[in-house]
């Protein structure tokens, strides 16, 4: 088994090198494209550029923008990849909340740029999560009092219908007019906007209903929505603007305080903020979708694996909201796929640690395929339940109607009813689609686990459109749930010796006894073993980081 353990890590590092090297990316769309696919109104607003507005009025500026057109396209993301991105956070006491007691502005400096405290960060998660390729600094301000009170705010809706950019106005002039503060390139975007913004709010949160023993705005209508978006409409006359013409990009909108809750006696319970909604909803702003059912929030979607699924971890807490999964990171950049393109074992670590997550395309049609990453209990998902963790397949439809239509054998509307990211649990029952659960051990593949063509689902036949097609591919995992993975696909097909010698996607393994590694040419072993020592420094350089 250690020999087996060894190989492993030698195959799973080789992963971790090759995927690295230029003649790699031949098959991945730059970043920057496809995350630009994930805005459905293409046109791009015009923009005046800084020095004009800076030798007319303010007036005269306007209209020169109107002039030019500008057009209420959907905003494009905000920036998901970078070493010193920077975010302002504004926090916001509604009038009715001057006597409340509020987590204070050192309290949410801890919570935002903490680094190995028991709290947690945003900060930190976001570092790991990325690994590495989103480092962000959040620049906390004081608490600054609004005119009007909560219920004035959540008009009668939660403020679903309350545009908080006019409301955060006044504190983004006084920052604006700050002599001591300059908008470096560090907290704009190269399209003028701000990267992001974070507003914390005095109340308490609309999203766990109606709460009898809160005295003030117990009906969750008078309370405020926690959301998040990537600025989809701004570019209004009306919106706020800098003196150089910077504006508001995304924008996320939370409380102060974590899920309140009246006890058994009936008192109020409340705690400052936590980690998950927070991670949950500044995600949204790199343009990533809820992965819930939307018809039933939050049950379904794919359940505890991932934190745009649920922004509670496996034991409910918002401390622990656990990771991202593959397929989102993938669509902002922040992981790479490994495309699996022929027959072979491959070995896989936790993603949250390497990054590594693979794809199957072949044999499905355009838009679906099969994801594949290994979740351990490691950092925000420490909380797993005692026996879960292994390897987790995604089956993934961009054609369907994203997490709208819930489907399963035997439920009217199947196979045409299926979530566009679907978990395919390893004991197939289906329990996250049929609201038994958000996710159990059931549902990670392990040694012995299956996925194949044919025969009952969950299996790897194609289902877009709800026409089933067999595709002939095999899954099978061959080690037990540990660090380092493997499992055998088959049905793809035998790549030739040419392939063997140039292919740097896949790794065969000597598992069971099959071949670790096939032979190839001595220029390609120089390479594998470059790469392993390589691979190997990478590996323990982020372990050191990030534990």
């Known amino acids: 088994m250690f020999a087996l353990n060894c190989l492993l890590i030698l195959a799973s590092s080789i992963h971790l090198t090759l995927s690295l090297a230029p003649s790699s990316f031949n098959h991945i769309e730059p970043v920057q494209a496809l995350r630009q696919k994930l805005i459905e109104d293409t046109n791009v607003p015009k923009r005046t550029d800084a020095d004009k507005c800076r030798s007319i009025s303010s007036q005269d500026c306007r209209n020169l923008v109107d002039s030019l057109g500008r057009q209420l396209a959907e905003r494009r993301l905000n920036p998901s990849i970078g070493d010193n991105i920077r975010v302002i956070v504004l ?182 903020a936590a980690l998950g909604p927070f991670v949950h909803e500044f995600s949204h702003g790199f343009g990533l979708p809820d992965l819930y059912d939307l018809n039933v929030p939050p049950l379904g979607g794919i359940g505890k694996f991932s934190n745009m699924a649920s922004s509670q971890g496996w034991d409910f807490s918002p401390k622990t909201p656990g990771h991202m999964d593959g397929w989102s990171r993938a669509r902002i950049g922040w992981v790479d796929y490994i495309d699996i393109e022929f027959d072979g074992y491959y070995a896989i670590q936790p993603l949250e640690v390497s990054g590594q997550v693979y794809r199957i395309t072949k044999g499905y049609p355009e838009g679906e395929y099969l994801v594949i990453e290994n979740k351990q209990p490691i950092k925000y998902d420490s909380d797993m339940p005692a026996g879960t963790g292994g390897i987790v397949i995604f089956h993934v439809d961009e054609k369907a109607d994203r997490q709208k239509n819930a489907g399963f054998p035997g439920k009217s509307g199947w196979p045409a009813d299926h979530y566009r990211v679907a978990v395919q649990q390893a004991d197939g029952n289906y329990d996250i689609e049929k609201g038994v659960n958000l996710g159990d051990e059931g549902d990670f593949y ?47 097909g035998q790549r030739t010796l040419d392939m063997q010698a140039s292919s740097v996607g896949s790794t065969e393994g000597d598992v069971e006894g099959k071949p670790f590694l096939r032979e190839g040419t001595p220029r390609a072993t120089v390479a594998w073993i470059l790469g392993m020592f390589m691979s190997v420094s990478l590996m323990l350089g982020m372990l050191l980081l990030f534990l």
């Open 446 to 492: 392990r040694k012995g686990s299956k996925l194949s063509s044919g025969g009952d689902f969950p299996n790897t036949d194609s289902y877009q459109g709800g026409v089933i097609k067999s595709t002939g591919i095999k899954i099978e995992v061959v080690t037990d749930s540990q660090f380092i993975m493997a499992f055998h696909v088959t049905g793809l």
């Open 91 to 272: 926090l916001i006491k509604f009038s009715d909340h001057t006597t409340r007691d509020l987590p204070s502005r050192e309290y949410f400096e801890e919570f935002f740029n903490g680094e190995g405290s028991e709290l947690g960060s945003v900060k930190e998660w976001m570092r790991f999560n990325s690994v590495g390729r989103y480092r962000v600094h959040f620049t906390v301000r004081e608490w600054a009092t609004l005119p009007n009170t909560e219920k004035f705010y959540a008009a009668g809706n939660s403020a679903w219908n309350t545009d908080f950019n006019p409301v955060v106005a006044p504190l983004l002039d006084e920052i604006d007019n700050d002599p001591n503060h300059k908008w470096s390139p560090d907290y704009i975007d190269e399209f003028g906007k701000l990267n992001h913004l974070i507003v914390v709010h005095s109340g308490y949160m609309a999203e766990v209903g109606d709460l009898k023993c809160l005295a003030s705005n117990p009906n969750k209508a008078d309370r405020i929505w926690s959301s998040g978006g990537n600025g989809e409409g701004t570019g209004a006359p009306d919106a706020w603007r800098s003196k150089d013409f910077y504006e508001v990009g995304g924008m996320a909108l939370l409380s102060a305080f974590s899920i309140p809750s009246c006890d058994k006696s009936g008192a109020f319970q409340v705690e400052p």
